[in-house]
Nanobody, 125 residues
Framework: QVQLVESGGGLVQAGGSLRLSCAAS????????MGWFRQAPGKERAFVLS????????YYTDSVKGRFTISRDNAKNTVYLQMNSLKPEDTAVYYC??????????????????WGQGTQVTVSS
């Protein structure tokens, strides 16, 4: 089992940057694909990016390409989300998630097995 804790959220002006971190407990962090999702008020949870267990593959939703980057440090049991050129529409609660199926880099929330509690990101215009 993996426990996930996100940090790094906050309030930022449009055009600014934030880096979110997701720290995982457990010895097997490196055996999970990891994803970031977000949920805005009144909307369903939506895929943002994912990264394969070794970090060699990534998968982005179109709206964040060129602005957001996902990375991981398996030695530190941590996955990161670097967000640049933030827009008001990026405002949401951001969640990290772990997927035991390392063969498929998924963008579907139902494919992920473990979730963090979320961290709020608010982008002001």
């Amino acid at each position: 089992q993996v426990q996930l804790v996100e940090s790094g959220g906050g309030l930022v002006q449009a055009g600014g940057s934030l880096r979110l971190s997701c720290a995982a407990s457990g010895r097997t962090f490196s055996m999970y694909n990891m994803g970031w999702f977000r949920q805005a008020p009144g909307k369903e949870r939506a895929f943002v990016l994912s990264i394969s267990w070794r970090g060699g593959r990534t998968y982005y939703t179109d709206s964040v390409k060129g602005r957001f980057t996902i990375s991981r440090d398996n030695a530190k049991n941590t996955v990161y989300l670097q967000m640049n050129s933030l827009k008001p529409e990026d405002t949401a609660v951001y969640y990290c998630a772990a997927d035991r199926d390392i063969l498929t880099l998924s963008n579907r929330p139902n494919d992920y097995d473990y979730w963090g509690q979320g961290t709020q990101v608010t982008v002001s215009s």
